[in-house]
């Protein structure tokens, strides 16, 4: 059995691949455009298939000649204020572009669908940590951008008989703790990402998007989940899919939060450096709060994390930073690895 990776190239989507080839699957197709993902960070076994994952002919000949019975889709756009700033591009990028990849799937009969879906759907809830039963109410076009393409996921696969999950993220951070792969997108703006390239005098300072939140110290209050931790979550959800398991939606955290000033403070801690915090006004679409109610993938699926400590998470997005500055410096063209 063969599974498509959409986005493979990127930041989640490689640490996907990643434990799919150590986990021996023979065969792992990854889609990606290149426009945000590395064609380097691959393992010379996934095979990769350069294009966009709404070019329906590519998707359709990709899944047909490789007999692909499941897709992985984590091809978006993710940052929340320029979803904010360009609402159109969100939503072509993370639905009109999915709904392309939905009804290609569903036209050449894949049988499991697992979709990248972000907290972000909640908004600001009412309840903390919060439960998959929560209502659904997202304040920002990103978080509706994927609701949508949950909602199409979900009368797709009613309509045409597939199953699938919905993995709705909480805050990624980390790397692969063999040093294979990490955030390597080089204006991210992940926080710890952001943090360690201060550390590193990659940037002239830090900004703090909010102190006035009503939370313990004013900044927002987040959730970290390790990046191989949450590609161990999709394997779950593959595994049980494939076994015949129901569709199903998963909250992927830890159920702790760690404040926005908590985490500099770690950053500077474990990187021995200090680096100057300028403190911001909020930024629109950003909630005070979020933390899993993660319960429901523990008890259901037997999963349970493996890297649950933040100074390990923020050491190795540190070492991977320093990593990724070197090899930027002593490789000129990008490895290349089999194209299709």
């Known amino acids: 059995m063969a599974i498509l990776i959409t986005g493979g190239a990127g930041y989640i989507g490689s640490h996907m691949v990643l434990a799919l080839v150590d986990a021996g699957h023979e ?26 994952v709404a ?9 047909l000649r490789h007999r692909i019975d499941a897709v992985a ?19 072509l990028a993370n639905t009109v572009k999915t709904r392309a990849l939905i009804e290609v799937a569903a036209r050449t009969n894949v049988r499991h ?34 609701l949508m393409s ?9 309509a ?44 002239t300072h830090l900004e703090v998007f ?29 595994g049980h899919l494939r076994r015949g398991g129901e569709s199903l939606t998963l909250n992927c955290g830890y159920g702790r939060g760690y404040s926005v000033l908590e985490v500099v403070e770690v950053v500077k801690r474990i990187s021995g450096r200090d680096f100057e915090v300028r403190l911001s006004p909020r930024r629109p679409g950003d909630p005070a709060q979020i933390i899993a109610g993660a319960d429901r993938i523990r008890n259901e699926l037997g999963w349970s994390p ?15 930073e320093e990593a990724l500055t070197k090899r930027n410096r002593l490789y000129e063209p990008e490895q290349k690895h089999p194209r299709l």
């Open 113 to 146: 669908f697992i979709f990248s879906s972000t907290a972000a759907v909640y908004g600001e809830p009412e309840i903390v940590p919060v439960p998959e039963t929560l209502a659904t109410n997202p304040i920002n076009p990103y978080g509706r951008s994927k």
């Open 150 to 158: 949950e909602w199409m996921l979900a009368d797709a696969a009613a």
């Open 73 to 91: 889709h984590f091809a978006a756009k993710i940052v929340v204020p320029d979803s904010v700033a360009d609402p159109l591009g969100y939503y």
């Open 306 to 320: 493996r890297q649950d400590d933040l100074d390990a998470i923020v050491a190795q997005a540190l070492a991977w």
């Open 55 to 63: 070019d329906q002919a590519l998707i359709t000949e990709t899944i």
């Open 160 to 203: 045409h008989g597939f199953t699938y999950g919905v993995l709705r993220y909480f805050n990624v951070a980390g790397a692969d703790p063999r040093g294979r792969s990490g955030q390597s997108t080089p204006n991210a703006t992940h926080l710890i990402k952001a943090a360690t390239q201060a550390a590193l005098g990659q940037r």
């Open 210 to 238: 909010g102190t006035d939140y009503p939370t313990r110290d004013g900044s927002c209050l987040r959730d970290y989940i390790q990046v191989s931790d949450l590609a161990d979550a999709h394997m779950s959800v593959l």
């Open 27 to 52: 065969e792992v197709v990854v889609l990606d455009d290149l426009s945000t993902g590395f064609d380097w960070a691959l393992p010379p076994k996934a095979r990769l298939v350069v294009g966009d």
